[in-house]
T-cell receptor, first 112, second 114 residues
Framework: GDSVTQMEGPVTLSEEAFLTINCTYT??????LFWYVQYPGEGLQLLLK?????DKGSNKGFEATYRKETTSFHLEKGSVQVSDSAVYFC???????????FGDGTTLTVKP | EPEVTQTPSHQVTQMGQEVILRCVPI?????FYWYRQILGQKVEFLVS????????KSEIFDDQFSVERPDGSNFTLKIRSTKLEDSAMYFC????????????FGAGTRLSVL
């Protein structure tokens, strides 16, 4: 079945550091890929998405590119802020109106 | 901006009791989902629902669980006889289109089974 693998956390960075959170997936066909963010005590917020190979999703300074050849969708941000501290989930949807399959989540802590 | 609304935000119940978690999806959406997240773990799919029928369910969604869309706006998850291991955050989601499109999540209901 489909699966998503995220880099193990937690990740701790200083403010203004560069962020990469790795995500790779296993799926047949052409899934849509998503990054969600979960702030402490809150629900899941969509951060960005990409629906086909070589698409780049971007939002709030975060970016991720759909790489079909490496089955990856790594999340990057050039300069993180303390307010970016949260849990980040990579996810895919592989069938029309089908379920989302999530990675384990990566906890990011940004220190001033 | 339209959003998915879940109530209550926190539900405490005794083991063996029935609970109903409520969700109001985005008004023009047609596809509805329930997920759960046990504390510190990944988000897991429970069930999807379309046209008043279950489209897909996971192995977690056993006979103790049921879903219903009792009217034009609400979408509910019922757990008939709660167990300690049902303690988790339960998320409702909805989607407006049938493709591999964005699912919009509610803020969740934290269920604590004592």
């Amino acid at each position: 079945g489909d699966s998503v693998t995220q880099m193990e956390g937690p990740v701790t960075l200083s403010e203004e550091a560069f962020l990469t959170i790795n995500c790779t997936y296993t799926a047949t066909g052409y899934p849509s890929l998503f990054w969600y963010v979960q702030y402490p005590g809150e629900g899941l917020q969509l951060l960005l998405k990409a629906t086909k190979a070589d698409d780049k999703g971007s939002n709030k300074g975060f970016e991720a590119t759909y790489r079909k050849e490496t089955t990856s969708f790594h999340l990057e941000k050039g300069s993180v802020q303390v307010s970016d501290s949260a849990v980040y989930f990579c996810a895919l949807i592989n069938t029309n109106a089908g379920k989302s399959t999530f990675g384990d989540g990566t906890t990011l802590t940004v220190k001033p | 901006e339209p959003e998915v609304t879940q109530t209550p935000s926190h539900q405490v119940t005794q083991m063996g009791q029935e609970v109903i978690l409520r969700c109001v999806p985005i008004s023009n959406h047609l596809y509805f989902y329930w997920y759960r997240q046990i504390l510190g773990q990944k988000v897991e799919f429970l069930v999807s629902f379309y046209n008043n029928e279950i489209s897909e369910k996971s192995e977690i969604f056993d006979d103790q669980f049921s879903v219903e869309r009792p009217d034009g706006s609400n979408f509910t998850l019922k757990i008939r006889s709660t167990k300690l291991e049902d303690s988790a955050m339960y998320f409702c989601a909805s989607s407006g289109q049938g493709g591999k499109n964005i699912q919009y999540f509610g803020a969740g209901t934290r269920l604590s089974v004592l």
